[in-house]
């Protein structure tokens, strides 16, 4: 009965990664189709119900570099876009959770994973292992992270971050001019 339950358990989760990879075009069309809405009320409106179902994609595909990326776009632009002129603590941890989502998805990156927490040169060399198709993932931390330390500039631990930003954004600069 137990190899039965852990079968099914196992099947089941195989199936849910299945079904988000089959919904990733949907959420493509999600996100153009925010980018291109023309009524801003609407579109403030609608984007904490498509985060929502990101988050909800990224439960059953918590390492899909994509939906990360996606997710820290969302959270970061919602946040600059709606709430940080309005609402600078809720902007503060909406900046927090995108600049997280991008890290996770940097850190399917080994190399980078290795490294980021070590000093800056590490820090940095390892973004050397990111190319092109990685300039999303890279611009999208770095702008959260930056917008992040914008907004808690009075905290030192926040400043002393900036140099990762600061090697982030140029290596997105480098691959994507």
Request: hydrophobic share 45%; aromatic share 10%.
């Amino acid at each position: 009965m137990k190899i039965l339950f852990m079968i099914l358990f196992l099947s089941s989760c195989s199936y849910n990664a299945l079904v988000v990879e089959a919904a990733m075009p949907i959420a493509d069309g999600g996100i153009e189709a925010l980018f291109e809405e023309s009524d801003d009320e609407f579109a403030r409106e609608a984007i904490p119900g498509q985060l929502k179902l990101l988050d909800g994609f990224l439960i059953q595909t918590p390492r899909n570099t994509k939906l990360l990326t996606y997710a820290s776009m969302g959270y970061a632009a919602y946040s600059l876009g709606y709430l940080e002129d309005t609402d600078t603590e809720r902007a503060t941890a909406m900046y927090r959770r995108a600049k997280n989502l991008g890290l996770r998805a940097l850190r399917e990156n080994s190399t980078f994973a290795q490294n980021e927490n070590l000093p800056i040169e590490h820090f940095e060399k390892s973004l050397s292992a990111f190319d092109k198709e990685d300039v999303p993932a890279l611009f999208w931390t770095g702008i959260s992270w930056g917008l992040l330390i914008n907004l808690t500039m009075d905290d030192a631990k926040s400043l002393v971050e900036l140099p990762r930003v600061e090697a982030i954004m140029l290596r997105v600069q480098e691959l994507d001019p």
